[in-house]
């Protein structure tokens, strides 16, 4: 189920052709709000140096009521260490905004990752929908708070978090295509 | 009411004439309580200590004529379609649960298999040796400051023990011993399900009880040995004055299998976490929770699966309805250890909200330290769906048939888990509390 989802989000992804838009995580690192403008954000989160340890927080603020999408993509490997938040914080009344997280954890690596949304008191209709996929290796190891603060009645909130790992079975198909483990799992896991 | 003093515990000890162990144990328990802090997260816990009575010794129940039971408890009785046998006990007109017959004739095939079924008391007296393997092992008192509370002053309670290869084919019910007033407010439940046995118990009612004090500080600890099965299935619908914050653990062994059934409707505040170690491997731990929170009541549930074990596997499964200004949150661990290869755990908590004042929220978190876990988790807030009941109505049911349609299917899953005497009379129960809605 988790995978199928995942496939609809990549070819979502293409057909927007939203690589060129991307914004890189990093960039964000010494603010902790973004204004969500756009009807569709994706950020991408690599570290090519070895050892960090680095916490990112960030207020994904909403002012309007259009239907809103983010995608983060995070890859974490050797002994990086990660440990972010992503919140929602809604400033109109019926909003919407869907956030799709995907990370892929090799060797040491560790994530800690926190999902909310929090509103203002006059805020009392909308919708929020956080969905996860993870995908861990070697000794990889992950946390996730996916939490929905206490919210009146007439704000919808989904969450959905699959950590899974590949299917053997695809690797060995690549494989005898030529891909080594490292494309073949970079493919795999977009 | 008396301040809790090392004199109250010696009290409390010397009038059941414990072994010293367990005095030792109580003391230590009662230094901890006071040097720990009050929990720092969760509902607010506005709790006298010093109005609490720290141990009544058990007296008998008072008994009043059927004539005078009010109206209403019998009114409320008859909807939910309790037995007049369960009716006259919980009313106050029997003395002891009118089971004879069938408790009888279960104590005698209890006893031929060498099943333990006792209250606590009697059983730290009886089976000394058992209970001091087992007393405080899972949740010691150090755990949290309420277990170091009911490990302080503990009184009543279950205590269970099944042999080894023993499927006890009957579930057993608190009811079946309980023959003295109210059900305790330190309760202590011990249940140790041996190698390849089987056992369900039962505790609570639909009916609501009243409690005479505001504070229950209950623990249960169960141990599942290799192969064994328990079911533990609660109904707790106590008077909204309650704060109700209990412990409940269990330590899964091979190839075992650990069931939580737990329904919260009543109470000012419920923080309870059934819990699972699933410490061998193929141990599977599940639970199936509802909670119904309605003006004043704050429901804080949840439930903490620790997979240590290879190819382990846990199930949650919770529901919240909130009703009024209600407030229900879910607060959750999946932990999956280094060790646990290739283990599976699914998580689903869904809340359905009644009008615009009722709140909900999730605090799930997940620790995944094994790359061939496969974790599964979805969570849902949203209202009572306006276009169902419109169709519904528009098809003749008039509106709390509707709303109790919609609710219906909405808790299936739990329902469906309820040992078969529970599920008939909730049905009326949950009618009886969408009509307030």
Redesign the interface.
């Known amino acids: 189920?988790?995978k199928e989802q995942y496939m609809i989000t990549i070819k979502h992804f293409k057909s927007k052709n939203l690589i060129a838009n991307a914004l890189n995580l990093t960039d964000f690192e010494n603010k902790n709000t973004f204004k969500v403008t756009q009807k569709h954000h994706v950020f991408i989160f690599k570290e090519e140096t070895d050892v960090f340890d680095k916490e990112l927080s960030l207020d994904l603020v909403i002012s309007d009521t259009a239907e809103h999408r983010i995608d983060v993509y995070l890859y974490l490997s050797g002994h990086q260490k990660l440990t972010c938040s992503f919140i929602a914080r809604p400033k109109v009344n019926s909003f919407f905004i869907e956030v799709y997280i995907k990370a892929v954890l090799e060797e040491e690596s560790y994530l800690n990752i926190k999902t909310d949304t929090i509103v203002d008191e006059n805020i009392?209709k909308g919708y929020a929908n956080f969905q996860e996929r993870?995908l861990?290796?070697?000794?990889?190891?992950?946390?996730?708070?996916?939490?929905?603060?206490?919210?009146?009645?007439?704000?919808?909130?989904?969450?959905?978090?699959?950590?899974?790992?590949l299917d053997d079975k695809q690797g060995y198909y690549l494989a005898t295509r030529g891909f080594d483990k490292t494309a073949s799992t970079r493919l795999l896991s977009l | 009411m008396p301040k809790l003093t090392k004199e109250i515990i010696y009290k409390i000890s010397r009038y059941k004439n414990e072994p010293e162990w367990m005095l030792k144990r109580r003391l230590e328990a009662y230094e901890h309580f006071m040097e720990r802090k009050m929990p720092d997260w969760g509902p607010p816990l506005n709790i006298d200590f010093d109005e609490i009575n720290w141990f009544k010794p058990v007296v008998p129940r008072p008994r009043r004529s059927w004539d005078q039971v009010p109206k209403e408890i019998k009114e409320y009785f008859e909807r939910i379609g309790i037995p007049k046998a369960e009716q006259e006990f919980l009313a106050g007109v029997k003395v002891q649960f009118d089971s004879s017959v069938v408790y009888g004739s279960l104590k005698e095939l209890l006893e031929s298999q060498g099943v333990i079924f006792l209250d606590t008391d009697t059983a730290l007296k009886e089976h000394e040796e058992l209970f001091y393997e087992y007393f405080g092992k899972l949740v010691p008192y150090t755990d949290n400051k309420f277990a170091a509370l009911n490990t302080a002053v503990w009184s009543g309670g279950s205590f269970i023990y099944v042999p080894k290869g023993v499927k006890v084919s009957m579930p057993l019910h608190a009811f079946f011993r309980i023959s003295r007033y109210g059900t305790g407010q330190f309760e202590r439940t011990l249940i140790i399900a041996d190698e390849g046995s089987e056992v369900e118990y039962i505790e609570g009612c639909t009916a609501p009880l009243e409690k005479l004090y505001s504070l229950h500080a209950a623990v249960v600890e169960i141990f599942v040995k290799r192969g064994a099965s328990v079911k533990y299935s609660t109904l707790q619908n106590w008077s909204k004055n309650v704060y109700n914050l209990v412990t409940k653990r269990a330590l899964v062994e091979e190839d075992a299998q650990m069931v939580w059934v737990d329904i919260n409707a009543g109470s000012k505040v419920t923080m309870k976490y059934p819990s699972c170690i699933l410490k061998g491997d193929r141990a599977k731990g599940a639970i199936y929770s509802l909670s119904i929170a309605d003006s004043g009541q704050f429901q804080d549930t949840g439930t903490k699966m620790i997979h240590v074990g290879k190819h382990t596997r846990s199930v949650v499964i919770t529901k919240a309805i909130g009703k009024k200004d209600g407030i229900n949150n879910y607060r959750g661990l999946i932990e999956i250890t280094p060790n646990a290869e290739d283990s599976v755990s699914n998580v689903s908590c869904d809340a359905l909200l009644f009008g615009d004042c009722s709140k909900a929220g999730t605090i799930p978190v997940n620790r995944i330290k094994n790359k061939t876990a496969k974790v599964y988790h979805e969570a849902s807030i949203s209202r009572v769906d306006d276009t169902k009941l419109f169709y519904l109505q528009s098809r003749g049911f008039d509106p709390l048939k509707a709303k109790s349609m919609v609710v219906s299917g909405f808790v299936t899953d739990i329902v469906t888990r309820l040992p078969i005497e529970f599920a008939r009379e909730f049905d009326a129960f949950l009618e009886m509390q969408l009509k307030e809605a």
């Open positions: 189920m988790g009392t993870f861990i290796f070697d000794k990889a190891s992950l946390e996730t708070i996916p939490e929905f603060s206490i919210l009146p009645a007439g704000i919808e909130q989904i969450h959905g978090m699959v950590v899974y790992s």
